[in-house]
């Protein structure tokens, strides 16, 4: 966008692999420009991904805040929903504060969508931060079941269709591509 006028609201979603990278590659592009990135993760939290290492490479330029628990309702999910909702809420509350500094120019919400789906923040609240963000922010909202809603208020909306993936086939998710 640049650092001056009307900035985006730009959706990943989709059930397929790749709204998290996009929205990386996305960040990556702009620290080419100078600009200052915050990425907050919604759900992601208590396992370690190989863009963690990444980031702290782009810093101060990008700064990361892991807000979730981990996934909700996996197999090795052994936490109540309560700290989930109360890890989210959190996350929302860094993320608000934040982007009122108005010192970023682009602000990822990693996995915001599925928060809202599971219930672990609300759609209101999601809205409400994304009304109150100042006018030259890009914003971008990844994850799976994106609301109508959301959709409807984006600049760009892109959803990723799986048609083929390795654990089709018996394979393990794979270090360095998908975490």
């Known amino acids: ?53 990444s980031i702290q490479r782009l810093a101060p330029e990008v700064e990361l805040l892991q807000g979730g628990e981990g996934f909700v309702g996996i197999v090795d999910d052994k936490l109540p929903i309560e700290d989930h909702v109360a890890a989210a809420q959190a996350a929302l509350a860094m993320a608000r504060t934040k982007i009122a500094t108005d010192v970023y120019d682009l602000v990822i919400l990693d996995e915001i969508n599925y928060a809202v789906q599971l219930g672990l923040i609300t759609l209101e609240e999601v809205k409400q931060l994304v009304a109150a963000r100042p006018t030259r922010l890009d914003l971008v909202l990844t994850g799976n079941h994106a609301h109508e809603d959301l959709i409807a208020m984006a600049d760009l909306v892109t959803e990723m269709r799986e048609i083929k993936h390795p654990y089709q086939q018996g394979q393990s998710a794979k270090k360095g591509i998908d975490f």
Request: net charge positive; aromatic share 10%.
């Open 1 to 53: 966008m640049g650092k001056s006028g009307r900035g985006l609201l730009i959706v990943y979603t989709g059930g397929g692999k790749g709204k998290t990278t996009a929205a990386l590659g996305m960040a990556l592009r702009a620290v080419g420009y100078g600009h200052r990135v915050l990425i907050v993760q919604f759900i992601k939290g208590s396992w370690h991904y190989g863009e963690l290492t």
